[in-house]
């Protein structure tokens, strides 16, 4: 009714953001393959004129989260978030779409590119290159799950600079410099892929480590100590080698940084099912 709609108008704006900030935690838009996109807290813009004004003009932080969710309304996503760091998702993108959205990287705070192997085109972008062409100052969340990244770089020179990334998943190696990173999982690829020589060197540039997650490659053994200098990572608390017991991750660990802190870590993750022996 008329007064219904009266009543919901009237409602203060700051009430207005936290409702949306909470349907966008509870319904965030998605994008679907054999259906529309879902639109979550972007259908509270329907209610009336005032919602929609709010919707459309004054939470730049929940479009620039939903930027990439709407390929045919990126360049309105974008213009919505203003200023906002962006969350860009490429996975299960075309290759014209990737193109545009490599043009943003520089103000994303969130990359993702989940599509495995099967599904990749040679259209699709190499992402070592393409990440040494940008320095991403506002990057906190990395997720590159291809697990031939190294190949798809060729040679890589420089590594990528990520000052503030926190969390960081590869499904191939791609040297990157990231002193702040918290959260390193190397477990995704199909198989071992970093020698513990590379393990060692990337892990020197990242000292502030909590969480290492790792696939070892069987053929190496995980008793036979590194011969070059030790890292120290003296934040480490949570380790997990896929595809090993917890006796062969703490051998493996004490490789990797000195005994002395190896024992701090206060949980070592032991799959049920070990795919190798020692």
């Not at 979550?40 to 919707?55: D, E, K, N, P, Y």
């Not at 192997?117 to 991403?136: C, I, K, S, V």
């Not at 918290?182 to 198989?191: E, T, V, Y």
């Not at 590379?198 to 502030?208: A, I, S």
Request: aromatic share 8%; net charge positive.
């Amino acid at each position: 009714s008329p007064s219904a709609t009266s009543s919901w108008h009237a409602l203060p704006a700051e009430f207005l953001h936290s409702l949306l900030h909470l349907d966008a935690f509870l319904e965030p838009p998605a994008r679907r393959t054999r259906a529309p996109a879902f639109l979550g807290w972007i259908r509270l813009s329907h209610v009336c004129r005032g919602w929609r004004a709010v919707t459309l003009n004054d939470v730049p932080t929940l479009w620039a989260r939903s930027a990439t969710t709407f390929p045919r309304a990126l360049d309105a996503c974008v213009e919505r978030a203003r200023d906002e760091p962006l969350t860009l998702d490429f996975s299960y993108s075309r290759a014209t779409y990737r193109e545009k959205l490599a043009g943003l990287l520089p103000r994303a705070c969130c990359v993702c590119d989940e599509e495995n192997d099967l599904y990749r085109t040679p259209a699709q972008p190499h992402w070592p290159a393409m990440l040494q062409e940008y320095h991403l100052p506002l990057l906190l969340d990395l997720t590159l799950k291809q697990s031939r990244l190294a190949q798809q770089g060729g040679n890589i020179t420089s590594p990528i600079h990520a000052p503030l990334l926190r969390q960081c998943t590869l499904g191939s190696y791609i040297p990157i410099n990231a002193p702040a990173l918290r959260a390193l999982d190397l477990s995704s690829g199909q198989s071992g892929f970093l020698k513990l020589s590379e393990l060692v060197k990337m892990l020197r540039k990242m000292p502030n480590v909590i969480s290492l997650y790792l696939r070892r490659n069987p053929r190496e053994p995980d008793d036979v100590p590194f011969r070059g200098k030790l890292v120290r990572l003296s934040s480490l608390k949570h380790f997990h080698v896929e595809g090993s017991t917890a006796p062969q991750a703490l051998r493996y660990l004490s490789t990797i940084i000195p005994s002395s802190e190896a024992t701090s870590v206060v949980e070592i993750h032991q799959p049920q099912d070990a795919l190798w022996k020692s």
